[in-house]
T-cell receptor, first 115, second 114 residues
Framework: DTEVTQTPKHLVMGMTNKKSLKCEQH?????MYWYKQKAKKPPELMFV???????INESVPSRFSPECPNSSLLNLHLHALQPEDSALYLC??????????????FGEGSRLTVL | GDSVTQMEGPVTLSEEAFLTINCTYT??????LFWYVQYPGEGLQLLLK?????DKGSNKGFEATYRKETTSFHLEKGSVQVSDSAVYFC?????????????FGKGTLLTVNP
């Protein structure tokens, strides 16, 4: 069983909708990540939070808005998305502590379809 | 910049066959190397890692050795099972840094038939 929990597992939304993806971990990790994965491709980094502060934004369009309410939770708010944003959105965490080891724990993902 | 090149598959094997998935890398520093696996319908899981030259990572019968002289980290398993069917990603990160970035290869789809 994964220790990073993502909800919902599947989401269908229209281009005018506002929705949110949620991620939770209870491993005491201090870095959390959002990745986007298209079919048959590797994951692409979107955002990194370190100690609840946004550390990296990989030039992601503003229609994606991340939020880290506390060290265990990570949200991704979605608004006015495009059909090409349809993908698997993966949340991950790592111990952080200022030194990155590359060892990430991934959730099972939220599969998003934009109509 | 950093990059990872892995054999693109798909790779189809019969159960109990020997598996090799090639991975080579380009990096400016001294990276840590990883193999991640993604089973159908799931997220990625760390399969094994190596943090310095000549280290061998191993897990679940899979092995990979960090070869600095050939900049390679090939994944091997002596006898694959149907349950090993998945996509395998080779990846690297610059060790000790704070850039929080993993560089992934394109992934190799492995299908094991009974």
């Amino acid at each position: 069983d994964t220790e990073v929990t993502q909800t919902p597992k599947h989401l269908v939304m229209g281009m005018t909708n506002k929705k949110s993806l949620k991620c939770e971990q209870h491993m005491g990790h201090r870095a959390m990540y959002w990745y986007k994965q298209k079919a048959k491709k590797p994951p692409e980094l979107m955002f990194v939070y370190s100690y609840e502060k946004l550390s990296i934004n990989e030039s992601v369009p503003s229609r994606f808005s991340p939020e880290c309410p506390n060290s265990s939770l990570l949200n991704l708010h979605l608004h006015a998305l495009q059909p090409e944003d349809s993908a698997l959105y993966l949340c991950a965490s790592s111990q952080g502590a200022g030194v990155y080891t590359g060892e990430l724990f991934f959730g099972e993902g939220s599969r998003l379809t934009v109509l | 910049g950093d990059s990872v090149t892995q054999m693109e598959g798909p790779v189809t094997l019969s159960e109990e066959a020997f598996l090799t998935i090639n991975c080579t890398y380009t990096a400016t520093g001294y990276p840590s190397l990883f193999w991640y696996v993604q089973y159908p319908g799931e997220g990625l899981q760390l399969l094994l890692k190596a943090t310095k030259a000549d280290d061998k990572g191993s897990n679940k019968g899979f092995e990979a050795t960090y070869r600095k002289e050939t900049t390679s980290f090939h994944l091997e398993k002596g006898s694959v099972q149907v349950s090993d069917s998945a996509v395998y990603f080779c990846a690297l990160s610059e060790s000790g840094g704070s850039n929080y970035k993993l560089t992934f290869g394109k992934g190799t789809l492995l299908t094991v038939n009974p």
